[in-house]
């Protein structure tokens, strides 16, 4: 579990790097910029109205608390008491949503929500500029890449581009799925972790729109 939360990090810290260093690109959404609300988790269900999106853990599942996250991503209690929103607005990104296997730990789930300009790059502008500095850092921190691609995914009913990660961490096979969305300023990164066996597709399933 510990090498698992470890292994997110270096994704967020790579994906936040990457966000900073982009060629300007139209995007070709469409959408209109609107104000963010942050997702929430009421019981299993973890839903996103400004995505559009809802998440409902199996039963064997759980959510990590307010209080979890800011352990993992080292926010302050008093960040974590002003909201997800609050935390975007004053860091350009939030980690709002964990979710992790319980008999086992080995299984993830987390959203991260990053402030960004759309009118800079599209979804598979982002992934493809993204791909290097992952690549490096995984690297860096131990894990043994053997596939790093960009892919395009069926995700809550609509298609978005992605990242593929396959390889070992430790010596254990370890799988990586993440899928981006672009909606006005805003970008939402969905990441499955599998370890040992690949069940990336199935974990994304959770999701579905709204």
Request: net charge negative.
């Given at each position: 579990m510990?090498?698992?939360?470890a292994?997110?990090?270096?994704?967020?810290?790579?994906?936040?790097?990457?966000?900073?260093?982009k060629?300007?690109e139209?995007?070709?959404?469409?959408?209109?910029?609107?104000?963010?609300?942050?997702?929430?988790?009421?019981?299993?269900?973890?839903?996103?109205?400004?995505?559009?999106?809802?998440?409902?853990?199996?039963d064997?599942?759980?959510?990590?608390?307010?209080?979890?996250?800011?352990?993992?991503q080292g926010?302050?209690?008093?960040?974590?008491?002003?909201?997800?929103?609050?935390i975007?607005?004053?860091?350009?990104?939030?980690?709002?949503?964990?979710?992790?296997?319980?008999?086992?730990?080995?299984?993830t789930?987390?959203?991260?929500?990053?402030?960004?300009?759309?009118?800079?790059?599209?979804?598979?502008?982002?992934?493809?500029?993204?791909?290097?500095?992952?690549?490096?850092?995984?690297?860096?921190?131990?894990?043994?890449?053997?596939?790093?691609?960009?892919?395009?995914?069926d995700?809550?009913?609509?298609?978005?581009?992605?990242?593929?990660?396959?390889?070992?961490?430790?010596?254990?096979?370890?799988?990586e799925?993440?899928v981006?969305?672009?909606?006005?300023?805003?970008l939402?990164?969905?990441?499955?972790?599998?370890?040992?066996?690949?069940?990336?597709?199935?974990?994304?399933?959770?999701?579905?729109?709204?």
């Open positions: 510990k090498k698992l939360i292994l997110l990090l270096v994704l967020v810290m790579a994906l936040s790097c990457a966000a900073c260093d060629d300007e139209k995007s070709d959404s469409g959408r209109k910029t609107k104000s963010y609300t942050a997702g929430e988790v009421k019981g299993d269900t973890y839903t996103n109205e400004y995505f559009e999106i809802e998440c409902t853990l199996p064997e599942w759980f959510y990590f608390s307010d209080e979890q996250i800011a352990k993992v926010y302050s209690q008093e960040m974590v008491g002003e909201g997800y929103a609050k975007l607005e004053q860091t350009g990104s939030a980690m709002e949503m964990y979710a992790s296997e319980e008999n086992t730990g080995m299984y789930l987390n959203c991260l929500v990053e402030k960004i300009d759309s009118k800079k790059y599209t979804e598979k502008k982002y992934i493809e500029d993204s791909l290097s500095t992952i690549k490096t850092m995984l690297g860096s921190a131990g894990f043994d890449v053997t596939v790093c691609e960009v892919v395009t995914v995700f809550a009913g609509e298609e978005h581009y992605g990242l593929r990660i396959e390889g070992s961490l430790s010596g254990a096979s370890l799988y799925q993440l981006v969305m672009i909606e006005g300023d805003y939402a990164c969905i990441t499955a972790c599998s370890y040992v066996d690949d069940y990336t597709d199935d974990i994304l399933d959770f999701f579905t729109a709204i």
